[in-house]
């Protein structure tokens, strides 16, 4: 809208002038000052028409710009999140692909792994039948013999137990035959002699297994007497009435086991010894002792003498006959055979000193 604007001022004014004049009589010259003002007034038209249009047309651009912006917003968000989504399709796809690869790998180590230990397994299935096998022939040989032992030690007990009570025994035979071979016309005399018979024959019998079983509280009574002078006896036998200054190094005995292991690859070192011994102390000899079987510069392995592998061998059938002796269950027959089969295919050897 066009609009006109009025301003008024006065605008000052001063100066001099020269100025001559002719000779009436005598002429001159001289200067005359002057000053004022002047009244201005000034009217200003100001037309805004082109200003105005020029605004609407900047205001028709701000909104085509406005409305560009928002559709460039729409698609420059609409193209991110189609990025975003390849993006992640992208992640996902190789994150599964990856997992499913790494585990068709490990399944394929899994299943060389099991087929591997599955033939072992049958390897091991097939020695496992074979050593039963030679348990089973050597225990029916072994029962074989101690059969016809245990038949012996009874044939020899009813032997000795008849020969201990024989007049006994040789009475209550008479008797008996008297009592079945007399007639019956005479069968109450009969049954009082033979009830009288049989009372001292069973009286002997009482009196003589009342004087075994007394003779054996007797040597069982002794010997719990004489025990402590029997252990003492011993116990001297070993001991050295000696004296020493010094401190003397004492032995205690160790196990100690070599094994491989079946879950990794590599061998498997163990070291045992009685309970009485601290845990540091225990520790200490650990080490020593596995130095001691580890290392070949200090010591070497030999073989067993026959002398010695036979004392082990007799003690170990010992051991293993009093123990499985009463073994009715499969599963124990089963490890009392193994293990005579590991026994005797058991190489022996000492560890000695180098």
């Avoid at 096998?133 to 000795?160: A, G, P, Q, W």
């Avoid at 033979?194 to 075994?212: A, D, P």
């Avoid at 003492?232 to 000696?242: A, M, Q, R, T, Y």
Wanted: aromatic share 10%; with cysteine.
């Amino acid at each position: 809208m066009s609009y006109s604007e009025r301003y008024s001022t006065s605008i000052p004014y001063s100066g001099s002038v020269s100025y001559s004049y002719p000779a009436s009589q005598n002429g001159g010259s001289g200067s005359a000052h002057y000053s004022g003002s002047v009244p201005v007034n000034v009217t200003i038209n100001v037309n805004t028409g082109p200003f105005e249009g020029s605004v609407d047309r900047f205001k028709t651009s701000i909104n085509a710009l406005g409305a560009s912006v928002v559709a460039m917003h729409a698609a420059q968000c609409a193209a991110i999140q189609q990025t975003a989504n390849d993006v992640s399709a992208s992640l996902i796809k190789g994150f599964f692909g990856t997992i499913n690869t790494e585990l068709s790998q490990q399944l394929q180590a899994l299943d060389s792994a099991i087929k591997a230990s599955f033939g072992l397994i049958q390897q091991q299935n097939k020695a496992v039948t074979e050593k039963n096998d030679v348990m089973e022939n050597d225990y029916n040989r072994i029962s074989s013999r101690y059969v016809k032992i245990f038949t012996d030690l009874d044939n020899e007990c009813h032997k000795r137990i008849f020969a201990l009570d024989k007049q006994s025994f040789n009475l209550s035979e008479k008797v008996v035959k008297n009592l079945l071979s007399e007639s019956p016309g005479n069968a109450a005399a009969m049954n009082l002699l033979g009830i009288e018979e049989m009372s001292s024959s069973k009286t002997l019998v009482f009196v003589s297994s009342l004087n075994r079983k007394s003779f054996e509280v007797l040597k069982i009574l002794h010997d719990y007497i004489t025990q402590e002078s029997t252990i003492g006896s011993l116990i001297d036998s070993f001991l050295v009435n000696e004296e020493t200054t010094q401190n003397i190094s004492l032995c205690i005995p160790a196990i100690w086991i070599e094994s491989d292991m079946t879950e990794a690859q590599g061998i498997n070192h163990e070291c045992f010894f009685s309970e009485y011994i601290d845990q540091q102390e225990k520790q200490s000899a650990t080490e020593k002792v596995n130095t001691f079987c580890i290392n070949d510069s200090d010591s070497k392995w030999k073989p067993i003498g026959e002398f010695d592998k036979a004392s082990l061998n007799r003690e170990f059938n010992l051991l293993a006959e009093s123990c499985f002796a009463s073994a009715d269950e499969e599963t124990e027959q089963r490890i009392y055979k193994i293990m005579l089969s590991l026994w005797q295919n058991t190489q022996l050897s000492f560890l000695e000193k180098s």
